[in-house]
Structures are given as C-alpha cells and as structure tokens.
C-alpha cells in the first residue's frame, strides 16, 4: 500500500464549494455547524490545509451529504483503483486512514471504502447521517469495531454491519489491519 497521505485537495475545495453553494450557506454559516474553525473552512475552499476524517466528517454531516461526496472524484465508466492509490484520508485521533473506492449514486447510495488501521489508537466515530448502516469485511489483522456500547471483535474475512447514526469506533488489534467498509445511506 502507498505511503501518499495527502488526501485530494483540489477535488475536497471544489466539492466543499459546490455542496455549500447548492445549500446556500456562507463560510461562517457552515463553518459553525459542523464545529470548525472559519479559517479552516476557507482553507479547505481554497485547496490548501491537511483534513482530517473527522473534519470532512462533521463538514458532510453539516451539508447532509455522505462522506465521500467530498472526496470522491468524476466518475468514468470503467474505473480501476490501484492498491495504494486513491483518495487517504488520514484520522487526527488514531493511526486511521480511509480509501474511498467507490461513492453511490442518487439511486444507490453506498459507498465503498478502504481502511487501514494500525493498533496505537481508537478511531471514533460521531453519528453519521440519519439511517445510515455500516457493513464491515477485515481483509488482514484484527479489528475491534462497531457501536461504543456493542463492539465486535472481526479476523480475516469476518463480516459486521451496525448502525452508523450512532457513536462508534474502530480499533485495530494487530498491526498491518485493513477492512472494506460499505456505508449505506437512505
């Protein structure tokens, strides 16, 4: 897997915009629903700043479109991503980074995510959009995830799924874990 971290500025500050515009809210507006500084915001918009997933998060939540309608790039109709290649995002509270592999359409609303994780920290996870479920494969290593009150501990090829409209964590359990995370959005 690549060692890039650097997520898709230029793809985040023109989704970021659009998605703002579209639900016609100014930079402060939105800046303080989703819990962020202004001046983040504006340098998220301009394609310059590092953030992080739960950034994109609460800035998704805050607009009410899923994740990966900021991160993901035009669609083309054969599309191949590389191992190591695609859009890392990189969590700020664990050793946590998600690949968006596929985001859904309007008609079908999943998107399709790979994530590593290595045992130093848990990633947690505040609500996402309302009704939305999680399904969790493990590829490699161990991991610890699911509902903070109802976690579930996952091998190679184990499968969970568990609502993601509530507080819930990843945890990886051994080094070198990684998963294919689908979210389901109504």
Request: charged fraction near 20%; hydrophobic fraction near 35%; include cysteine.
């Amino acid at each position: 897997m690549s060692s890039d971290p650097s997520p898709p500025l230029a793809t985040i500050a023109a989704a970021l915009r659009y998605e703002r515009q579209r639900v016609g809210l100014s930079i402060t507006e939105l800046a303080r629903r989703a819990g962020i500084a202004k001046s983040t915001l504006s340098q998220l918009e301009s394609g310059v700043g590092n953030p992080s997933v739960e950034t994109l998060w609460a800035l998704g939540v805050a607009l009410d479109v899923p994740f990966s309608r900021l991160v993901e790039r035009p669609a083309h109709s054969v599309r191949v991503i590389r191992a190591g290649d695609g859009p890392r995002i990189r969590s700020e509270h664990a050793d946590f980074t998600g690949t968006l592999l596929s985001a859904g359409t309007t008609h079908a609303r999943r998107d399709v995510y790979l994530i590593e994780l290595e045992p130093d920290g848990i990633r947690t996870a505040e609500p996402h959009t309302p009704r939305s479920v999680e399904h969790v494969v493990v590829g490699a290593g161990r991991l610890r995830c699911g509902p903070e009150h109802e976690p579930v501990e996952l091998g190679p090829g184990d499968y969970a799924t568990f609502p993601g409209d509530a507080p819930h964590h990843y945890q990886a359990l051994e080094p070198g874990t990684f998963a294919v995370l689908i979210m389901e959005h109504p």
